[in-house]
Protein backbone atom coordinates (compact mmCIF):
# COMPACT_ATOMS: atom_id res chain seq x y z
CA UNK A 1 0.00 0.00 0.00
CA UNK A 2 1.31 3.26 -0.78
CA UNK A 3 1.47 5.95 1.62
CA UNK A 4 0.85 9.65 1.02
CA UNK A 5 1.58 12.88 2.64
CA UNK A 6 0.31 16.28 1.16
CA UNK A 7 1.64 19.78 2.29
CA UNK A 8 2.18 23.43 1.38
CA UNK A 9 -1.35 24.53 2.25
CA UNK A 10 -1.81 27.42 4.00
CA UNK A 11 -3.70 31.26 3.80
CA UNK A 12 -3.80 32.97 0.85
CA UNK A 13 -6.00 36.17 -0.32
CA UNK A 14 -8.04 35.92 -3.19
CA UNK A 15 -6.12 36.22 -6.52
CA UNK A 16 -3.52 34.27 -5.26
CA UNK A 17 -1.36 31.04 -5.52
CA UNK A 18 -0.32 27.67 -3.79
CA UNK A 19 1.34 24.85 -4.92
CA UNK A 20 -0.14 21.97 -3.20
CA UNK A 21 2.41 18.90 -2.98
CA UNK A 22 2.13 14.88 -2.42
CA UNK A 23 4.75 12.46 -1.20
CA UNK A 24 4.15 9.34 -1.79
CA UNK A 25 6.09 6.32 -0.17
CA UNK A 26 5.70 2.29 0.44
CA UNK A 27 5.49 2.12 -3.78
CA UNK A 28 6.79 3.68 -6.58
CA UNK A 29 4.45 6.69 -7.72
CA UNK A 30 4.51 5.41 -10.91
CA UNK A 31 2.40 2.59 -10.52
CA UNK A 32 -0.72 4.99 -9.31
CA UNK A 33 -3.24 7.28 -11.30
CA UNK A 34 -3.57 10.10 -9.15
CA UNK A 35 -5.95 12.63 -7.93
CA UNK A 36 -6.55 15.83 -5.56
CA UNK A 37 -10.02 15.81 -4.05
CA UNK A 38 -11.54 18.71 -1.48
CA UNK A 39 -13.89 18.77 1.35
CA UNK A 40 -15.20 22.16 2.79
CA UNK A 41 -16.79 22.12 6.58
CA UNK A 42 -20.40 20.57 5.39
CA UNK A 43 -20.12 19.90 2.45
CA UNK A 44 -19.24 16.09 0.72
CA UNK A 45 -15.42 15.32 -0.58
CA UNK A 46 -15.70 16.56 -4.13
CA UNK A 47 -13.06 16.14 -7.54
CA UNK A 48 -10.70 18.34 -7.86
CA UNK A 49 -8.14 16.82 -10.58
CA UNK A 50 -7.02 13.45 -11.61
CA UNK A 51 -3.37 12.63 -14.12
CA UNK A 52 -3.00 8.86 -15.05
CA UNK A 53 0.21 6.94 -14.58
CA UNK A 54 2.54 8.27 -17.01
CA UNK A 55 0.45 12.28 -17.18
CA UNK A 56 -0.99 11.13 -20.72
CA UNK A 57 -4.82 11.77 -19.66
CA UNK A 58 -5.61 14.60 -17.26
CA UNK A 59 -9.04 15.59 -15.93
CA UNK A 60 -10.09 18.54 -14.29
CA UNK A 61 -13.31 20.04 -12.72
CA UNK A 62 -15.35 22.76 -14.30
CA UNK A 63 -14.83 24.75 -11.31
CA UNK A 64 -11.23 24.92 -10.94
CA UNK A 65 -10.34 24.02 -15.01
CA UNK A 66 -8.14 27.15 -16.34
CA UNK A 67 -7.14 28.03 -12.76
CA UNK A 68 -5.43 24.28 -11.76
CA UNK A 69 -2.74 22.45 -12.84
CA UNK A 70 -2.41 18.78 -11.76
CA UNK A 71 1.09 17.16 -12.45
CA UNK A 72 3.42 15.08 -11.33
CA UNK A 73 6.77 13.76 -11.17
CA UNK A 74 7.61 9.81 -10.81
CA UNK A 75 11.40 9.98 -9.90
CA UNK A 76 10.63 12.28 -7.20
CA UNK A 77 7.27 9.96 -6.47
CA UNK A 78 5.82 13.63 -5.76
CA UNK A 79 2.36 15.06 -7.00
CA UNK A 80 1.54 18.70 -7.45
CA UNK A 81 -1.59 21.23 -7.56
CA UNK A 82 -0.85 24.33 -8.49
CA UNK A 83 -3.87 26.47 -7.92
CA UNK A 84 -3.90 30.18 -9.35
CA UNK A 85 -6.38 32.70 -9.09
CA UNK A 86 -7.69 31.72 -6.05
CA UNK A 87 -11.44 32.21 -4.70
CA UNK A 88 -12.91 31.92 -1.25
CA UNK A 89 -14.85 29.44 -2.60
CA UNK A 90 -11.67 26.83 -2.77
CA UNK A 91 -11.10 26.95 1.07
CA UNK A 92 -11.23 23.25 1.93
CA UNK A 93 -9.11 20.39 3.36
CA UNK A 94 -7.30 19.25 0.13
CA UNK A 95 -6.48 15.36 -0.02
CA UNK A 96 -4.57 13.65 -2.52
CA UNK A 97 -5.72 10.15 -3.73
CA UNK A 98 -3.98 7.21 -5.40
CA UNK A 99 -5.83 4.31 -7.81
CA UNK A 100 -5.16 1.65 -9.76
CA UNK A 101 -4.72 1.14 -13.18
CA UNK A 102 -8.20 0.94 -14.35
CA UNK A 103 -10.33 3.80 -12.09
CA UNK A 104 -13.84 1.59 -11.82
CA UNK A 105 -15.90 4.14 -11.30
CA UNK A 106 -14.47 6.79 -13.23
CA UNK A 107 -11.72 9.80 -12.10
CA UNK A 108 -13.99 11.42 -10.62
CA UNK A 109 -16.12 9.26 -8.07
CA UNK A 110 -14.41 9.55 -4.68
CA UNK A 111 -15.17 5.14 -4.43
CA UNK A 112 -12.35 5.09 -7.77
CA UNK A 113 -9.67 5.76 -5.16
CA UNK A 114 -8.18 3.13 -2.84
CA UNK A 115 -5.60 5.16 -0.78
CA UNK A 116 -5.96 9.07 0.63
CA UNK A 117 -3.69 10.97 2.80
CA UNK A 118 -4.54 12.94 5.42
CA UNK A 119 -4.86 16.40 3.54
CA UNK A 120 -3.94 19.78 3.77
CA UNK A 121 -6.28 23.12 4.79
CA UNK A 122 -6.68 25.77 2.23
CA UNK A 123 -7.92 28.70 3.14
CA UNK A 124 -8.63 32.03 0.77
CA UNK A 125 -9.37 35.20 2.14
CA UNK A 126 -11.54 37.87 0.10
Known amino acids: QVQLVESGGGLAHAGGSLRLSCAAS????????MAWFRQAPGKEREFVAA????????YYADSVKGRFTISRDNAKNTVYLQMNSLKPEDTAVYYC???????????????????WGQGTQVTVSS
Open 26 to 33: GRALSMYN
Open 97 to 115: AAGPDGLRYGPRNVASWAS
Open 51 to 58: ISRNGGSI
